[in-house]
């Protein structure tokens, strides 16, 4: 099983990290005619491989199944650079999972992906962005950077488990050589190419661990976030409310019947449930609400839902490792 790390020459927040990664040493030249033929570029390191190509970083899908039928090798997770934008204009160093749950069959994704589609969500996002934290720390770039989850959004479509690594949020932080140094270093030391262990593998750590399915608040999860930088915690997707979509049963009154609530929130919360489901095999995916966020109506029908779904609803520290919170790899 390899990993694959994608980059894209035309966004100097994805290359520059993919640069400063492929400085590092390592690193060969992995002859893939057919990829090469279509303008990919490929690496490896150990079990890394690094694809580079000069399409925006959206357009490229299927990059998994692509390289699985190019080389034989087997895909076990994607990550991909990119640059963040924010109308705030803050700079930020951000992490997120991926797909467009919420839209309808028919309707045109603005960033890439599939109506009603999520790819799975990396395993690693919780225990990297809390390992993102401490290296932007190391190299000062806290607190002049924030460093943030984002909710699920855009593509490019995949079918395994993957994460953006984003720089935000304008040319001059894209460009910024020390944040594109920590980006590499995050995978560097994340994928253990340095010589260490790898960190958040779920198949050696899952023993008695839930999984954190967000839904509601916006789009960095200030909610979610409280609960995932906290040790032992892990990440499914998060929906922010603009992909649960509902309408208003006082607005859709259908023969006097209000309970009917329209909107795509309940395919956005199957979906996504389901996708983190599969990314990890064995754990239990608890339901984290950001009750704030949602009127009364909205949150029964959540609920509810969620009840149709069996899928529990956790509080703040269901998701905590008992490790963390009894300094000990025994658990009671």
């Not at 409310?241 to 956005?268: A, F, H, V």
């Not at 990890?280 to 609400?289: D, K, Q, T």
């Not at 909205?298 to 509810?304: E, L, P, R």
């Amino acid at each position: 099983m390899v990993n694959i790390v994608v980059a894209t020459t035309s966004d100097p927040a994805s290359i520059n990290p993919a640069y400063a990664l492929l400085a590092m040493p390592g690193w060969l030249p992995v002859p893939a005619p057919s990829l090469l033929q279509q303008g990919i570029k490929s690496f490896a390191n150990k079990n890394v491989r690094f694809l580079q190509h000069d399409k925006g970083i959206v357009e490229e899908d299927d990059l998994d199944r692509r390289w699985e039928e190019a080389t034989g090798e087997a895909v076990d997770e994607v990550i991909f650079f990119s640059k963040h934008t924010a109308v705030s204009n803050r700079p930020a160093l951000t992490v997120h999972p991926i797909g467009v749950p919420h839209l309808r069959e028919g309707d045109v994704p603005p960033q890439g992906g599939r109506p009603g589609w999520a790819a799975p969500p990396d395993p690693r996002i919780g225990p990297w962005l809390r390992l993102l934290k401490k290296l932007a720390q190391s190299h000062n770039l806290v607190p002049e950077f924030e460093i943030t989850l984002e909710g699920t959004h855009h593509g490019p479509i995949t079918t395994k488990p993957t994460m953006f690594l984003e720089i935000g949020s304008t040319d001059e932080y894209w460009k910024r050589q020390d944040a594109a140094k920590v980006i590499a270093l995050l995978v560097w030391e994340g994928l253990g190419l340095g010589g260490g262990a790898a960190v958040g593998n779920w198949g050696r750590e899952n023993e008695r661990n839930k999984v954190l399915l967000g839904i509601g608040g916006g789009h960095y999860a200030p909610r979610h976030m409280d609960i995932v930088m906290k040790e032992g915690v892990w990440v499914g997707h998060l929906l922010s409310g603009y992909s649960l979509p509902m309408e208003d049963p006082s607005q859709s009154k259908e023969n006097g019947n209000t309970d009917g609530i329209g909107g795509t929130w309940r395919q956005s919360i199957k979906v996504a449930f389901e996708a983190t489901k599969s990314a990890f095999p064995g754990g239990e995916v608890l339901a984290h609400l950001d009750h704030k966020s949602f009127k009364g109506w909205q949150k029964n029908a959540i609920t509810a839902y969620l009840g149709e779904l069996s899928i529990k609803i956790g509080k703040p520290n269901d998701f905590i490792c008992l490790m963390s919170v009894f300094g000990s790899t025994t658990f009671p």
